[in-house]
T-cell receptor
Framework: AQSVTQLGSHVSVSEGALVLLRCNYSSSVPPYLFWYVQYPNQGLQLLLKYTSAATLVKGINGFEAEFKKSETSFHLTKPSAHMSDAAEYFCAVNPKGFKTIFGAGTRLFVKA | NAGVTQTPKFRVLKTGQSMTLLCAQDMNHEYMYWYRQDPGMGLRLIHYSVGEGTTAKGEVPDGYNVSRLKKQNFLLGLESAAPSQTSVYFC??????????????FGEGSRLTVL
């Protein structure tokens, strides 16, 4: 079965520091991959997605992710964290079917 | 532009009671989903629908039923609520991206507590 694993349920960074949230997927074929963000008491919204057009994907709010087939990874990065980035982030995979499978989520804390 | 709307937003039930969560979307999406979110477990798919009149089971369907009588609405029912069904429930609909590239659009969630 297709799945995603997010390393670290909590990540804490200082404002202005690099943000790195890790995601690995399991798939026999390259899937479609997504990062979603959830702010407190809200639903999820799309940050970015990989659909095989380009391995480096840029999203909203300065985030980007790189698809690495050899490492089966799709890590999310942002060069400089802002207080407003504090949220929960979910990696998700759609194995070219109807269903999207989510990772357990990583909560990002940003310290002033 | 409402997007995906869930009602109610909060509900407290006693064990054994029944209830229905309503999801409505105004984006003309074919695919609709119900997920539950529990701490440390991400979102788990309960049921989904790929079109009016069709439904299918997801990862955790037991104790839930769904109906998609109209394209814009997707109902989630709990026939006999149990404390294990205490959760936050999210409805989502999907853009008609080819082969699964479409993103999910989410409602704001419905927080259900079963005592």
């Amino acid at each position: 079965a297709q799945s995603v694993t997010q390393l670290g349920s909590h990540v804490s960074v200082s404002e202005g520091a690099l943000v790195l949230l890790r995601c690995n997927y399991s798939s026999s074929v390259p899937p479609y991959l997504f990062w979603y963000v959830q702010y407190p008491n809200q639903g999820l919204q799309l940050l970015l997605k990989y659909t095989s057009a380009a391995t480096l994907v840029k999203g909203i709010n300065g985030f980007e992710a790189e698809f690495k087939k050899s490492e089966t990874s799709f890590h999310l990065t942002k060069p400089s964290a802002h207080m407003s980035d504090a949220a929960e982030y979910f990696c998700a995979v759609n194995p070219k079917g109807f269903k999207t499978i989510f990772g357990a989520g990583t909560r990002l804390f940003v310290k002033a | 532009n409402a997007g995906v709307t869930q009602t109610p937003k909060f509900r407290v039930l006693k064990t054994g009671q029944s209830m229905t969560l309503l999801c409505a979307q105004d984006m003309n999406h074919e695919y609709m989903y119900w997920y539950r979110q529990d701490p440390g477990m991400g979102l788990r798919l309960i049921h989904y629908s790929v079109g009016e009149g069709t439904t299918a089971k997801g990862e955790v369907p037991d104790g839930y039923n769904v109906s998609r009588l109209k394209k814009q609405n997707f109902l989630l029912g709990l026939e006999s609520a149990a404390p294990s069904q205490t959760s936050v429930y999210f409805c989502a609909s999907r853009t008609p991206g080819q082969g699964g590239t479409g993103e999910l659009f989410f409602g704001e969630g419905s927080r259900l507590t079963v005592l």
